[in-house]
Structures are given as C-alpha cells and as structure tokens.
C-alpha cells in the first residue's frame, strides 16, 4: 500500500465504517495527526519488531572510530564488527551480533570506537527506515504488513475521542497486536534466503 492509501483506510476506519471519507476531507490538524499516527507506527514495527540491519565496510578514523553519519542508512545501534563480511553474515533478533575483534562498543550515536586507529573493518548495525512522507511512498516491510498501520492510526487517533470512539478503538488496539506478534525479524528472513542461496552457488 501507497502511504496514499494507508492513511485513506486509516481515516475510512475512524468514520463511520460505511464513509467513503478520505483523507483530504478532514480539517489540517487531523490530517497531520494522522499522518504522525502512521509514521509512529511504522517505527515501532520496523524497529522492535522488523529490526532491519545492514552490513558495510568502513574505514575508521585516527582514534578508531566510525563516523555514523557517513553509513548509508540511518543508523540506530551498533550490531557488531568483523574483519570480514562473512563474519557477520548470520542471523539477526537485534541483539548483540558477532564480536570477533573483541571491542569495547562506545555509546557515542556519532561516532563509535570499534577498532585500530585507520583500519578497514566490516560493521553490522541496526538502522531507522525515512518517515513515509509523499503520498507514493511505501513502507518498506512486507505488503501484508501494512493494514496494520492503518489499525495503529486508527487506534491512536480514535483513543482521544468520546467514550463510544474509545471503545471501539480497542478493536484496532487488538488487531495491531496481534499483526506484531507474527511480524518474522528482518534478519531472520535475510539468513534463510542467503542460506538457501548460498546452498546452491557453491
């Protein structure tokens, strides 16, 4: 689904259930309440529960370190460090990765003492997918993933209104929860494939 068409469905299932009411039609401040509704969304899923990472080479500075803001995805967390891609390859829930080279991961978000002062290393890090912000943007999780950001919206923005719309919000509320709790990590579909790659390129 379009980001279009997410918050059209979200905005369909905060009416009346039978309004052909789209987006457009409500008042500015609704339409960037909802708009921030699905974006919160889309973090919390992708990040605790998707969790997306990526693997890189980089070349760390005189006090190795590593300067995140050069990485090309936006970084969140540190995953672990390798001397070689390989060695990182392997499944992923989030949680420390492989740490062959035995560093002291650092706290600093901008930049990381992983290594030797100038070395060449591999990282593995947990990185944030963009704000879904022009209407033919799409969220960058499975298709069958995305009504669910539609039932956080519609919770989220029906959760501030009368004790009837409350109410009812607590049916998207479950629907959303449930969607999480069979959400496979990023990582794990990563490993799968390339094994199942890897297992007949040799």
Not at 34 to 52: A, F, Q, S
Not at 107 to 132: H, M, Q, S
Not at 156 to 180: C, H, I, P
Request: hydrophobic share 30%.
């Amino acid at each position: 689904m379009k980001f279009k068409n997410i918050l059209d469905y979200a905005v369909y299932q905060c009416g009346s259930m039978g309004s052909d009411e789209g987006l457009t039609d409500l008042e500015n401040d609704a339409q960037t309440l909802i708009k921030g509704y699905v974006n919160e969304g889309y973090h919390i899923m992708t990040r605790d529960y998707w969790k997306p990472y990526e693997i890189e080479q980089a070349t760390l500075d005189g006090d190795g370190r590593v300067d995140t803001s050069t990485l090309s995805k936006r970084y969140l967390a540190l995953l672990g460090v390798g001397r070689t891609r390989q060695e990182l390859e392997y499944g992923s829930n989030g949680t420390l990765a492989l740490n062959p080279l035995n560093q002291r991961f650092s706290t600093d978000a901008d930049k990381i003492a992983v290594g030797e002062p100038n070395a060449t290393i591999w990282i593995r890090y947990a990185f944030l997918y963009p704000d879904l912000v022009n209407d033919t943007d799409e969220p960058e999780v499975p298709s069958h993933y995305h009504a669910m950001l539609c039932d956080y919206a519609t919770w989220r923005y029906m959760s501030t209104g009368n004790q009837d719309k409350q109410v009812r919000a607590q049916f998207f509320y479950g629907r959303w929860y449930e969607g999480l709790s069979s959400i496979r990590p990023f990582g794990e579909r990563r490993y799968a494939v390339d094994r199942f790659r890897n297992l007949y390129t040799r």
